[in-house]
C-alpha cells in the first residue's frame, strides 16, 4: 500500500506525481452505476488503487471510489490523518454489520463540487474487503471511519450524497445540482 503522500505540512517533499485520471463530477452516468466486483487483485488494479490515493490527496478527500475516477469498480480508498481515516484501499467491500444510533452529519463529495449537505448514517460499521495484495479482512468503526465507508460504499452501489441528504438540504442545493447538469450539457 503506498504511503501517505508527503507534504510541507509535515516537512516533507511534495509528491510530484501526477494522478492519470480526473475526478467525474455528477451528473456523469458512471456515478449513477452499480460497480462491478473486482476479478482478481493485479498489476492494473494496484496502478488504479495508487492513482486513486494520488487524486485523493490532490483534492484533499478524505476518501475516493473506482467510480470517481470513471472506473465501474467495486474500490475504494481512505486517508485523511486529520480525522484519524487510515490510508487504506478496499476491494470487493461488504458490510457485515450496520448498527449503533443514527447520526446526522455535514457531508461533501468530490464529485459534487461545492454541494453539502446532512446525512443520516449508522454510527458503528463493520466492513470486510480485499486488501491491495488481494488478503480478506474484517474492520470495526464507530468513528469518522465508519462514515467515509459508508459514503464510498455508497458511490459503489450509484447513490450519492443529493439522494440521502435532509429534504431541506436537498432544497438548499437544488440551484447547485442544477448548474452541475447545465455545465455537464454545456460540454456535450
Known sequence: MPEPAPNAANGARPDTR????????????V????AQPVKAVDSSIRELVEDMFLLMDLEEGAGLAAPQVGESLRIFVTGTHERGVPRKAYINPVFVELGG????????????????????????????ALDIDGRE????????????WQHEFDHLEG?????????????RVRR???DLKAAADGDA
Open 31 to 34: 456515478l449513477r452505476r452499480k
Open 137 to 148: 479482512f474484517t474492520e470495526t468503526s464507530s468513528d469518522f471511519s465508519a462514515r467515509v
Open 176 to 178: 447547485a445540482v442544477k
Open 101 to 128: 444510533d443514527f447520526e446526522s452529519m455535514d457531508e461533501g463529495c468530490l464529485s459534487l463540487p461545492e454541494i453539502r449537505g446532512s446525512v443520516r448514517r449508522p454510527t458503528q460499521v463493520t466492513i470486510r
Open 18 to 29: 501526477v494522478p492519470k485520471r480526473q475526478v467525474v463530477l455528477y451528473p456523469d452516468p
Open 159 to 171: 447513490v450519492l450524497i443529493i439522494d440521502k441528504m435532509s429534504p431541506l438540504d436537498r432544497l
